[in-house]
Nanobody
Framework: QLQLVESGGGLVQPGGSLRLSCAVSGFTLAIGWFRQAPGKEREGVSCISSSGGSTNYADSVKGRFTISRDNAKNTVYLQMNSLKPEDTAVYYC?????????????WGQGTQVTVSS
């Protein structure tokens, strides 16, 4: 059984930064970050392969967010810069067999990110 625990959410002003962490216990899989804003569907934000050699990003966050992983620490990070109010959402990390064409198998509980002045 794989367990994922997110942390690092909070309240930040527009233009600010946050770093989310996803601690993974179990085996190494691709990890994706998703978000769900109130009244909206959950959307994919970014994904990183099990080795860390491949990443992808939603167009809405390209150039502002960076995903990385430290497999020695079993942790995946999402560095979020130049945050905008529309980035406000609950952010989830999820594990899958790959970043393309594979549905998430395990989910974390989510962490709230609020971007507001």
């Amino acid at each position: 059984q794989l367990q994922l625990v997110e942390s690092g959410g909070g309240l930040v002003q527009p233009g600010g930064s946050l770093r989310l962490s996803c601690a993974v216990s179990g085996f190494t899989l691709a990890i994706g970050w998703f978000r769900q804003a109130p009244g909206k569907e959950r959307e994919g934000v970014s994904c990183i392969s099990s080795s860390g050699g491949s990443t992808n990003y939603a167009d809405s966050v390209k150039g502002r967010f960076t995903i990385s992983r430290d497999n020695a620490k079993n942790t995946v990070y999402l560095q979020m810069n130049s945050l905008k109010p529309e980035d406000t959402a609950v952010y989830y990390c999820a594990a899958s067999l790959g970043c393309s064409g594979y549905p998430p198998l395990y989910w974390g509980q989510g962490t709230q990110v609020t971007v507001s002045s």
